[in-house]
């Protein structure tokens, strides 16, 4: 089974609707982040939690806010989607600091989300 | 937001051929990460480098950390098809109370041909 699993894989939706994202992890890790990616830009940190009590925001947060509903649970929602939020959506986990291999941070599959 | 400058963006090689891909900074980073997407799928990482100067191999790949810890590249040897991909480089300040942010290179596309 795969570590860092998100729901949907892919998702269109309409201007103006809320639209929700979910993240769930199994590595026992306590940080947790939500990029998007777009052609040409790499990936850009929207917001990432420390832990259930932490929430910072990355980048670019405009737009969209995340809970962080237990530590392997980590959900980003669009209040109000438009067209520029087309992208690709990846929620990643990391382990504690200093702890050598763990000290990096591990993808999901990624969501493709559309908003017309 | 700062981005690493990644190059080069696409390569086209013939299989077999060896690949060269570097990320440079403008700021210091104390880890440097390589990762692989492939299509539909999340980013991969093939190596982490922790220590400026460091040369760490993963099968055909090797990557160094440069020695200015604003700089970093990637190697692939013998490339097969299955190397197809978007690579990625990532610089992450780490240690102490920093939120281990990673800053992402542009992507370079490789593409082997059989």
């Known amino acids: 089974d795969a570590d860092v699993t998100q729901t949907p894989r892919n998702r269109i939706t309409k201007t103006g609707k809320r639209i929700m994202l979910e993240c769930s992890q199994t590595?026992?890790?306590?940080?947790m982040y939500w990029y998007r990616q777009d052609p040409g830009l790499g990936l850009r940190l929207i917001y990432y939690?420390?832990?259930?009590?932490?929430?910072n925001k990355g980048e670019i947060s405009d737009g969209y806010s995340v809970s962080r509903q237990a530590q392997a649970k980590f959900s980003l929602s669009l209040e109000s989607a438009i067209p520029n939020q087309t992208a690709l959506y990846f929620c990643?986990?990391?382990?504690?600091?200093?702890?050598?291999?763990?000290?990096?941070?591990?993808f999901g599959p990624g969501t493709r989300l559309t908003v017309l | 937001g700062q981005q690493l400058n990644q190059s080069p963006q696409s390569m086209f090689i013939q299989e077999g051929e060896d690949v060269s891909m570097n990320c440079t900074s403008s700021?210091?980073?104390?880890?440097w990460l390589w990762y692989k997407q492939d299509p539909g799928e999340g980013p991969v990482l093939l190596i982490a480098?922790?220590?400026?100067?460091e040369l760490t191999s993963n099968g055909r790949l090797t990557a160094q950390f440069g020695i200015t810890r604003k700089d970093s590249f990637l190697n692939i040897s013998a490339s097969i098809p299955s190397d197809v991909g978007i690579y990625f480089c990532?610089?992450?300040?780490?240690?102490?109370?920093?939120?281990?942010?990673?800053?992402f290179g542009q992507g370079t596309i490789l593409t082997v041909h059989p």
């Open positions: 990643a986990t990391r382990g504690p600091t200093g702890t050598g291999s763990t000290d990096t941070q591990y």
């Open positions: 590595k026992g890790h306590d940080r």
């Open positions: 939690s420390f832990d259930v009590k932490d929430i």
């Open positions: 700021s210091i980073f104390n880890t």
């Open positions: 480098l922790y220590k400026a100067g």
């Open positions: 990532a610089g992450q300040l780490g240690g102490g109370t920093s939120y281990g942010k990673l800053t």
